[in-house]
């Protein structure tokens, strides 16, 4: 017996994801539904072998269905997750909107399964900020053997994270390089991504810091550990898909880069491809497509008592998006739901 799934916002790039690794991780799908908005009635979307088509998500009645993964913005999910989840339907949210409330469980599978016994609050999981997924899946064994006082990660984005709309821009602005006349102008992001990186994602707060970095700062607190400190610098680069982190890490007790690499192959998630040569490193093309958060450039920071460096690198629209929400699904089913 399987479940009964619906997938919302299934046209986007993350709601298609969703769609691949259900399908790609045998996902006890017994039936499926595709929810879109009016504008985009009617479109299809594949699920392994199956063509199926959107249905509108404003006349959709919950009722009846396991499981919702939602891959729309906070707006709308603001106005459709409450009516899945008050009609029986758990909710996972992979927007930002349920992220900080202290009754959502934030979930990152290898981290804190153990919160999933909390979806009952509101019968909402919400899914991490992308950035934050692939960070806490390397810092949890590490801040379970010596303890992380402080992090401070810089960011390299992809414009995946930015939507469809991102992706053309950058697109467009690579090819207009090459032809005169054809130049493209910034209007997804604020100054031109093409051959340059932008230190900006997200609004400007008043403290200075960008949404973005909040966002990393909150979540791996309520994710690992609030005592933990953390200061993030969040950079768009150009590059379609992965995400890459420099990780500067402070631990209360001494941690040798040897055991920490040894912590981190036997961790959930993760592969470690670490050599001190050429290429001997994992970059976001060769992530692509792939379920692992990879670690590379594993050493001592010799600045500091306690202190490690590590290079972190995912699939931003899989671990860092729709793998993690297949995952939180894969957990409920197991821990809760009990149909597969």
């Known amino acids: 017996m399987g479940y009964r799934i619906v ?11 969703m769609l691949n690794i259900l399908d790609e991780r045998e996902f006890p799908v017994d039936e499926i539904a595709v929810l879109a908005s009016r504008r985009s009635l009617g479109t299809e979307c594949t699920f392994g072998e199956r063509t199926l088509k ?74 991490p900020n992308c950035s934050t997924a692939q960070m806490v899946v390397a810092l949890k064994p590490l801040h379970d053997r010596a303890t992380i006082k402080r992090v401070v990660v810089s960011t390299y984005q992809s414009v995946s994270g930015g939507g469809k709309a991102a992706m053309d821009e950058l697109w467009s602005q690579t090819k207009g390089m090459y032809v005169p006349g054809q130049e493209v102008e910034a209007k997804v992001f604020t100054k031109q991504i093409a051959f340059n990186v932008i230190p900006h994602i997200d609004k400007f707060l008043d403290s ?14 309520k994710i690992v550990d609030p005592a933990i400190k953390v200061t993030a610098t969040c950079v768009r680069v150009p590059v379609f898909v992965g995400h890459a982190e420099a990780v500067n890490i402070e631990f209360e007790d001494y941690l040798d880069e040897d055991e920490a690499r040894d912590i981190l192959r036997e961790s959930p998630g993760i592969l470690v491809v670490d050599k001190r040569e050429d290429g001997g490193y994992t970059t976001p093309v060769e992530c692509v497509g792939d379920y692992a958060t990879y670690i590379s450039r594993i050493r001592q920071d010799t600045t500091i008592d306690n202190g490690l460096n590590l290079w ?19 957990l409920l089913g197991r821990r809760v739901l009990k149909k597969g």
Request: glycine share 6%; aromatic share 8%; charged share 25%.
């Open 7 to 17: 997938v919302v916002g299934a046209t986007g790039n993350v709601g298609r994801e």
């Open 54 to 127: 959107t249905d509108d998500l404003d006349k959709f009645d919950f009722t009846g269905w396991d499981i919702a993964l939602f891959a729309i913005g906070s707006d709308a999910t603001a106005k459709y997750a409450p009516i899945a989840a008050k009609a029986g339907c758990v909710v996972i949210d992979n927007s930002s909107l349920y992220r900080y409330d202290p009754r959502v469980p934030l979930i990152v599978p290898e981290v804190n399964p153990d919160a999933v016994m909390d979806y009952a609050n509101k019968n909402i999981i919400a899914n």
């Open 208 to 221: 200075g810091e960008t949404k973005e970095e909040w966002k990393m700062v909150a979540e791996t607190k």
């Open 312 to 330: 972190c690198v995912s699939d931003n629209l899989r671990k860092g998006a729709a793998l993690n929400a297949v995952q939180i699904a894969e």
